[in-house]
């Protein structure tokens, strides 16, 4: 069974600076991709960032980047120059994308709410 | 805009009541999840199917049922309505499920369901 755990419910940084959301994943799997959505007040989900597993450069998306450990199964957040928009819920999730019974299976942390404050 | 598309948006309903809720995934994709989001909390993982086929379970209720039909679309059924049903479901859809795959999920805009 794979697994994902994002030990901070809630945190707070302030504008134009950095914060790093944590999260690990537990998963028996070669083959999967590692994600980060962003829940804004909206509720609407929308992907930030997307990791290959097979990938060991880290993803980066403009201010936003990761710090995957692939062997430490850490998957970390780094949001630069925070902005007030950045205000969310944010969500770590696996999908397996091996060819096998699990192929397709998704698995979603607990989120951290993060609060950008100006 | 994802291109999935989930009605209604909104439902008051009472206890002891069924409702259904509607999923049209993107264009193309095979793969539609189901998820709920209680108050301020995270995506519990309902059920997934896959080109019409039951995929995998989650922790869904006996009293919930879904199903996938031939033209991809799904419905996610929920009879015997608690209090404790209220919530935002979340329906997302994937192209496959591996292979040539970005593995992102494509999220509608939920359906918020109010039992009273």
């Known amino acids: 069974a794979q697994t994902v755990t994002q030990s901070q419910p809630e945190m707070s940084v302030q504008e134009a600076e950095t914060v790093t959301l944590s999260c690990t994943y537990d998963t028996s799997e070669n083959n999967y991709y590692l994600f980060w959505y962003k829940q ?11 990791q290959e597993a097979y990938k060991q450069q880290n993803a980066t998306e403009n201010r936003f980047s990761v710090n995957f450990q692939k062997a430490a199964k850490s998957f ?43 | ?48 199917y896959y080109n019409g086929e039951e995929r995998a379970k989650g922790n869904i209720l006996e009293r919930f049922s879904a199903q996938q ?18 919530a935002l479901y979340f329906c997302a859809s994937s192209p496959r499920l ?8 494509f999220f509608g805009e939920g359906s918020r369901l109010t039992v009273l």
């Open chain 1, 76 to 118: 970390s957040l780094k949001i630069s120059d925070s902005q007030l928009g950045d205000t969310a819920m944010y969500f770590c999730a696996f999908m397996n994308l091996s060819f096998n019974t699990n192929a397709g299976k998704s698995t979603f942390g607990d989120g951290t709410t993060l609060t950008v404050k100006p």
């Open chain 2, 69 to 86: 039909f031939p033209d991809l679309h799904s419905e996610l059924n929920l009879s015997s309505l608690e209090l404790g049903d209220s």
């Open chain 2, 1 to 48: 805009d994802s291109g999935v598309t989930q009605t209604p948006k909104h439902l008051i309903t009472a206890t002891g009541q069924r409702v259904t809720l509607r999923c049209s995934p993107r264009s193309g994709d095979l793969s539609v999840y189901w998820y709920q989001q209680s108050l301020d909390q995270g995506l519990q993982f309902l059920i997934q």
């Open chain 2, 98 to 105: 591996a292979g040539e795959n970005t593995g992102e999920l």
């Open chain 1, 40 to 50: 804004p007040p909206s509720r609407q989900m929308i992907l930030v960032i997307r």
